[in-house]
């Protein structure tokens, strides 16, 4: 069993930055791809981003394209979502997970360990 324990979601204002954490225990961490979902009130929980088990292949959904960033340091066991340029539609719990299939992948159904999820709230 994989936990996942998130931190750093927050208030911030339109155009602002905002780091999420997402710190992984129990499994080795280096042989899982992780991924980012969120979702917003009265909608379905949708994909953010993706990152490969070693980091070096990263995915995005298009609305974020070149806002955020995923990353992933095995050395620390840990992914970050690094948000700038923040919209008020992004607006969302933010939700981390891991998976052990070798590609990446935006389904959430290959996931297998979800965190708890986080609230970020972007104000105009």
């Known amino acids: 069993q994989m936990r996942l324990v998130q931190s750093g979601g927050g208030l911030v204002q339109a155009g602002d930055s905002l780091r999420l954490s997402c710190v992984a225990s129990g499994r080795t961490f280096s042989t899982y791809a992780m991924g980012w979902f969120r979702q917003s009130p009265g909608k379905e929980r949708e994909f953010v981003a993706a990152?490969?088990?070693?980091?070096?292949?990263?995915d995005y959904r298009y609305s974020v394209k070149g806002r955020f960033t995923i990353s992933k340091d095995n050395a620390k066991d840990t992914m970050y979502l690094q948000m700038n340029s923040l919209k008020p539609e992004d607006t969302a719990v933010y939700y981390c997970a891991a998976t052990d299939v070798w590609f990446l992948t935006d389904r959430q159904g290959d996931y297998d360990y979800w965190g708890p999820g986080t609230q970020v709230t972007v104000s105009s």
């Open positions: 990152i490969s088990r070693s980091g070096d292949s990263t």
